[in-house]
C-alpha cells in the first residue's frame, strides 16, 4: 500500500470509534430524559436526514478540496455536536449536526482511496477500511456501554467535574477529545495530487449533475446490482443496530451497557468476513458473492426465536475462572454468523461499485450516490421500526419482518443479476481492467 493509506485507516477508526460509542450515549440521554422507546429511531432519522438533504453537494465538497481537510473539518463537526449535547440541547438536534459531519466526512475517506490506489488494491483497501470499521466499532460500542454503565454514574456522584453530572454526559466529554485526536490524525494525511473542479458556486447545477449521477449508477448493469445491495445491507445495518439493542433487553434481560456488547461481537464477525473476502475475493468474481444476501436475512429471523428462557436458570459455560450463560453464549454464536455473513458480502460490493462509479464518474459524486441511496434505505427502515414500535408489535415479530424483507430484496437482487448477465455479458472484462 501506498504512504499514507495506513493514515487514513487510523483515521477512520478513531472518528468511528467515536460516531459508534456516541450512539450509545445518546441513547443514554433519552434514557435520562424518560423519552418513549419509539423516539430512539427517529434520534437516527435526524442524523440520516442530513445525508440525504446533502447528498446532491458532499461529492461537490469532498472534490473541491483535499479530501484530508474534508475529514479534518467534518470530525470538528461532529465534536460541535458533542458540545451541544453538554450544553443540555436536546439530543436530536445535536444529533443531527453530527450528522451533517457525518455525510461530508463519507465521501472524503471512501473517494481517497480510489485517488491513492490503483483498481486492483481497492477489494484489499475496502478490507482495510471495513475492518477497522468494525474494529472501531467493537470498541467504540464496547467504550460507549462502559462509559454509560451504572458504575461510571456511582464515580461521578462521588466526584466533582465540571459539565459532566450523568454517565451520558461523560461519553459525551471523552467522544469530543477522541474526534480531536481523529482531526489531528486528518492533517497528517498527504496530499493525493487529485484535483477536481471547485462546483459549491452553482448549487442548482449540482443538483442537476447529481440527478444525472443517480441515472448514470442505476441504469449502469454493473452498478445497479452493487448499489442495490449495498444500500439495503446498509440500511438493514443501521435498522438491526436498534433491533439488537431492544432484543437483548427484551428477550435476554440485557441493560443498555450489556447489550452494547453483543454490537461488538457482530463487529468481530464482519471484521473476519471482510478479511476472508479479501483473501478469497478477486476484483471480477465480486458477484458470486450475491447467494450470501439472502443467508443474512435468514440467520436475522433466527434471532426472533431465540430467547433467554430457552435455557435453566444458571445454566453456564464454565472454564476456569470464565462464567457465561449459556443464552449468552449462543447469543454471541449468532451475532458472530450474522456479521460474518455481512463482511464477507460488503467488501467486495463496496468494491465494485466504487471502481464503478470511479470509471463513470469521479469519485466524490459516485461515492454521494451511495450515500444517498442508502441512507434513504435508512429512513425508511427507520421509520418502519419507529411505527412499528409506536403500535407496540412484539420485537419478535419486528424481527422476522426485517429478516424476511432482506431475503426476499436480495434474492431480487440475484434474479436481477443473472437477467442483467443474459443481456449485457462483459463482467469480467470490465472488473478485470
Avoid at 445497479?224 to 439488537?244: E, F, K, M, N, R
Avoid at 465480486?286 to 435453566?312: E, N
Wanted: charged content about 10%; overall charge positive.
Amino acid at each position: 500500500m501506498k504512504k499514507g493509506f495506513y493514515t487514513i485507516i487510523a483515521a477512520q477508526f478513531v472518528s468511528s470509534l467515536a460516531d459508534n460509542a456516541l450512539l450509545i450515549a445518546a441513547i443514554a440521554l433519552l434514557r435520562d430524559i424518560h423519552a418513549e422507546p419509539w423516539v430512539t429511531p427517529l434520534l437516527q432519522i435526524l442524523f440520516t436526514i442530513s445525508y440525504i438533504v446533502l447528498a446532491p453537494f458532499v461529492g461537490a465538497f469532498a472534490d473541491a478540496m483535499q479530501k484530508r481537510h474534508v475529514m479534518f473539518v467534518s470530525n470538528a463537526l461532529k465534536a460541535c455536536g458533542c458540545v451541544l449535547m453538554l450544553a443540555n440541547v436536546h439530543p436530536m438536534l445535536a444529533y443531527g449536526l453530527i450528522g451533517f459531519g457525518a455525510a461530508a466526512y463519507s465521501p472524503a475517506k471512501y473517494g481517497i482511496l480510489t485517488e491513492l490506489l490503483p483498481a486492483r488494491q481497492l477489494v484489499a483497501a475496502n478490507a482495510w477500511l471495513e475492518s477497522a470499521t468494525v474494529l472501531s466499532t467493537i470498541v467504540g460500542t464496547m467504550a460507549g456501554g462502559a462509559l454509560v454503565s451504572q458504575g461510571v454514574a456511582q464515580w461521578l456522584s462521588a466526584h466533582t467535574v465540571p459539565l459532566v453530572h450523568t454517565a451520558a454526559q461523560c461519553a459525551m466529554a471523552v467522544m469530543f477529545l477522541v474526534y480531536a485526536l481523529a482531526g489531528v490524525l486528518n492533517i497528517d494525511i498527504p496530499d493525493t495530487g487529485a484535483r477536481y473542479e471547485n462546483r459549491l458556486r452553482e448549487p442548482l447545477k449540482l443538483v442537476r449533475d447529481f440527478r444525472h449521477c443517480f441515472y448514470v449508477l442505476w441504469h449502469d448493469k454493473l452498478a445497479q446490482i452493487a448499489l442495490w445491495v449495498t444500500t439495503l445491507l446498509w440500511g438493514s445495518a443501521v435498522t438491526l443496530q436498534l433491533i439488537v439493542l431492544k432484543w437483548a433487553n427484551v428477550r435476554l434481560g440485557m441493560s443498555l451497557s450489556a447489550a452494547a456488547t453483543l454490537q461488538g461481537v457482530t463487529g468481530l464477525g464482519i471484521a473476519a468476513g471482510a478479511a476472508w473476502a479479501a483473501a478469497r475475493v478477486p476484483m471480477r468474481d465480486a458477484f458470486k458473492v450475491l447467494p450470501v444476501g439472502p443467508l443474512v436475512g435468514a440467520v436475522t429471523i433466527c434471532m426472533a426465536f431465540y430467547s433467554r428462557g430457552l435455557f435453566p436458570e444458571g445454566a453456564a459455560w464454565r472454564i476456569g475462572a470464565l462464567h457465561l450463560p449459556y443464552y449468552l453464549v449462543f447469543a454471541f454464536v449468532e451475532m458472530l454468523v450474522v456479521g460474518g455473513l455481512a463482511g464477507f458480502f460488503v467488501v467486495p460490493m463496496n468494491a465494485v461499485l466504487q471502481h464503478r462509479g470511479a470509471q463513470l464518474l469521479s469519485a466524490g459524486h459516485s461515492i454521494a450516490v451511495q450515500n444517498f441511496n442508502q441512507n434513504i434505505a435508512v429512513l425508511v427502515m427507520l421509520g418502519l421500526y419507529a411505527l412499528l414500535l409506536k403500535i407496540d408489535l412484539p420485537i419478535q415479530w419486528i424481527i422476522v419482518l426485517f429478516g424476511t424483507s432482506v431475503v426476499v430484496l436480495m434474492v431480487w437482487a440475484i434474479v436481477r443479476h443473472a437477467s442483467n448477465q443474459r443481456e449485457h455479458d462483459h463482467v469480467e472484462a470490465v472488473l478485470g481492467e
